[in-house]
């Protein structure tokens, strides 16, 4: 896929968002010493109907825990998966993303591997005005006209000033801190903060996945989990109970993690995910982690995977005021905040940020289909695929055919026909060319990687061992 490294600290750019009021409070930048009590008050706005224009919706609505934080209606996620605003008839753009995982990332800024950081899926919640991009995200949806549709901050302060946790927010942030009159925009400031904190604490991050258990005995194990592979050059991730082939000059092919906690579905799954020699989801979905926790699968980069336009998207019907191009409206994300922003952009067009893959499958009826609950899923910035098959499937589509456009499907390509396509030169793809239709964004497109059809059905079984909840810590 991309850069085997992702952070460098150089050619770093901040910038400000224009049009927005100057900070007339003495909050310091960067994200806040989070306690128990701030995040009770996030978690109490977090769920606050009444923090809507007419009482309707909470950021809850489009991320729902039980969903893994992201958008519970199986109708809506069937269709356009864009979430209806508190007032009828509005929509956004783009799917809900998971508002859990999310505290690590770093305001936004460029390096020689690209952009990272930010908030939202075109990173236009930045951090830059308040050093931390998660609460600035967290300040977005409340006036966001086609969201929660609040006039404006006063009446924010009003509707938390009147709500049942007033005293709690003081007790937050000290005697007279709910003063709307005097400091709408520092009390504004405060509320996302506190959301901010609910979102980076434990009950919201809990990491306690199956996947994780797995990482806990590893490490026990003296075993490094990024370092799974496939061994053969990626060959030896064929069925399970082949065992690798015998390689044993492979100290980390993946038969060497059995009884850890992964079945050998899973952990063939994980190894091609991370082997640089197959899919390498893991270059953008990183299992780099800090110190003495766990992975957080994305690396807060910027991609375009050549995800078509979902036709289905309520956004393309919304009247001019909020959407002028019509139908004819085109989601170049990080590009176009960039171009707002007056910043260089043609590199950037048709870039999404990486999502972190934690909850990926949490509800989804793939995963449980035993719960009467369950929901369909929808993958994609704009919500286009419907399960986890569908859009891994597409990631290993969308590699077949751009080698076949290049002509380098030779060597590695074809894996013996096991992608779909006769022997190891890739002929026979032709017949596969129109399975999706043509990218959104065409430019800018990330070089995927091939690995054969056999092994996304491994990839999905990984994936859903992501979910919370599988055990208590």
Same mark, same amino acid.
């Given at each position: 896929?991309?850069?085997?490294?992702?952070?460098?600290l150089?050619?770093a750019?901040?910038?400000?968002?224009?049009?927005?009021?100057?900070?007339?409070?003495?909050?310091?930048?960067?994200?806040?010493?989070?306690?128990?009590?701030? @995040?009770?008050?996030?978690?109490?706005?977090?769920?606050? !109907? #009444?923090?809507?224009?007419?009482?309707?919706? &909470?950021? *809850? %609505?489009?991320?729902?825990?039980?969903?893994?934080?992201?958008g519970?209606?199986?109708?809506?996620?069937?269709?356009?998966?864009?979430?209806?605003?508190?007032?009828?008839?509005?929509?956004?753009?783009?799917?809900?993303?998971?508002?859990a995982?999310?505290?690590?990332?770093?305001?936004?800024?460029?390096?020689?591997?690209?952009?990272?950081?930010?908030?939202?899926?075109?990173?236009?919640?930045?951090?830059?005005?308040?050093?931390?991009?998660?609460?600035?995200?967290?300040?977005?949806?409340?006036?966001?006209?086609?969201?929660?549709?609040?006039?404006?901050?006063?009446?924010?302060?009003?509707?938390?000033?009147?709500?049942?946790?007033?005293?709690?927010?003081?007790?937050?942030?000290? @005697?007279?801190?709910?003063?709307?009159?005097?400091d709408? !925009? #520092?009390?504004?400031?405060?509320?996302?903060? &506190?959301? *901010? %904190?609910?979102?980076?604490?434990?009950?919201?991050?809990?990491?306690?996945?199956?996947?994780?258990?797995?990482?806990?005995?590893?490490?026990?194990?003296?075993?490094?989990?990024?370092?799974?592979?496939?061994?053969?050059?990626?060959?030896?991730?064929?069925?399970p109970?082949?065992?690798?082939?015998?390689?044993?000059?492979?100290?980390?092919?993946?038969?060497?993690?059995?009884?850890?906690?992964?079945?050998?579905?899973?952990?063939?799954?994980?190894?091609?995910?991370?082997?640089?020699?197959?899919?390498?989801?893991?270059?953008c979905?990183?299992?780099?982690?800090?110190?003495?926790?766990?992975?957080?699968?994305?690396?807060?980069?910027?991609?375009?995977?050549?995800?078509?336009?979902?036709?289905?998207?309520?956004?393309?019907?919304?009247?001019?005021?909020?959407?002028?191009?019509?139908?004819?409206?085109?989601?170049?994300?990080?590009?176009?905040?960039?171009?707002k922003?007056?910043?260089?952009?043609?590199?950037?067009?048709?870039?999404?940020?990486?999502?972190?893959?934690?909850?990926?499958?949490?509800?989804?009826?793939?995963?449980?289909?035993?719960?009467?609950?369950?929901?369909?899923?929808?993958?994609?910035?704009?919500?286009?695929?419907?399960?986890?098959?569908?859009?891994?499937?597409?990631?290993?589509?969308?590699?077949?055919?751009?080698?076949?456009?290049?002509?380098?499907?030779?060597?590695?390509?074809?894996?013996?026909?096991?992608?779909?396509?006769?022997?190891?030169?890739?002929?026979?793809?032709?017949?596969?060319?129109?399975?999706?239709?043509?990218?959104?964004?065409?430019?800018?497109?990330?070089?995927?990687?091939?690995?054969?059809?056999?092994?996304?059905?491994?990839i999905?079984?990984?994936?859903?061992?992501?979910?919370?909840?599988?055990?208590?810590?």
């Amino acid at each position: 896929m991309r850069r085997p490294s992702c952070i460098i600290l150089a050619l770093a750019l901040v910038f400000s968002l224009s049009g927005l009021a100057a900070r007339s409070f003495a909050l310091p930048k960067g994200p806040v010493a989070v306690t128990e009590d701030m @995040a009770a008050l996030g978690k109490l706005i977090f769920f606050d !109907e #009444g923090l809507s224009i007419n009482g309707t919706q &909470s950021c *809850a %609505a489009c991320h729902a825990p039980e969903a893994g934080w992201t958008g519970p209606d199986a109708a809506v996620n069937a269709g356009g998966a864009v979430y209806q605003g508190a007032l009828p008839h509005r929509f956004g753009n783009r799917k809900p993303p998971s508002s859990a995982y999310a505290g690590d990332s770093p305001v936004l800024h460029q390096t020689a591997d690209g952009w990272f950081g930010g908030m939202f899926w075109d990173g236009r919640a930045t951090g830059e005005r308040l050093g931390d991009p998660l609460a600035e995200q967290a300040q977005g949806p409340f006036l966001n006209p086609l969201e929660q549709g609040i006039a404006n901050a006063q009446v924010l302060c009003v509707k938390v000033k009147n709500s049942g946790y007033a005293g709690l927010f003081e007790q937050v942030w000290g @005697a007279g801190s709910l003063n709307c009159a005097k400091d709408t !925009e #520092g009390v504004y400031e405060k509320i996302a903060r &506190s959301v *901010a %904190a609910y979102e980076r604490s434990p009950e919201v991050n809990p990491f306690t996945s199956k996947f994780d258990k797995f990482w806990e005995n590893a490490k026990a194990a003296g075993k490094d989990v990024t370092k799974i592979q496939c061994p053969g050059n990626g060959m030896g991730c064929g069925m399970p109970g082949m065992g690798g082939g015998g390689m044993g000059r492979w100290p980390n092919r993946w038969t060497n993690y059995r009884n850890l906690g992964l079945s050998d579905e899973e952990l063939i799954g994980l190894a091609v995910f991370t082997d640089a020699t197959r899919a390498n989801c893991a270059s953008c979905h990183t299992l780099n982690a800090k110190p003495g926790s766990y992975p957080l699968f994305t690396d807060f980069g910027y991609d375009n995977l050549g995800v078509p336009k979902n036709p289905q998207n309520p956004f393309y019907s919304m009247p001019p005021a909020w959407n002028p191009d019509g139908a004819d409206w085109i989601d170049y994300g990080l590009g176009g905040f960039l171009m707002k922003a007056d910043l260089p952009y043609k590199s950037e067009l048709g870039k999404q940020k990486v999502p972190t893959l934690r909850n990926v499958a949490k509800l989804s009826c793939e995963a449980e289909p035993e719960n009467v609950g369950c929901i369909v899923k929808a993958y994609g910035h704009n919500g286009y695929f419907k399960s986890l098959e569908d859009i891994v499937f597409f990631y290993h589509w969308r590699a077949a055919m751009d080698c076949m456009a290049s002509g380098t499907c030779g060597g590695m390509g074809g894996m013996g026909g096991m992608d779909g396509c006769d022997g190891m030169s890739g002929s026979g793809c032709e017949g596969m060319a129109d399975m999706f239709p043509p990218p959104e964004v065409d430019q800018n497109r990330t070089q995927l990687n091939m690995f054969p059809r056999m092994q996304v059905d491994y990839i999905v079984a990984f994936l859903k061992t992501l979910s919370d909840g599988y055990f208590q810590k």
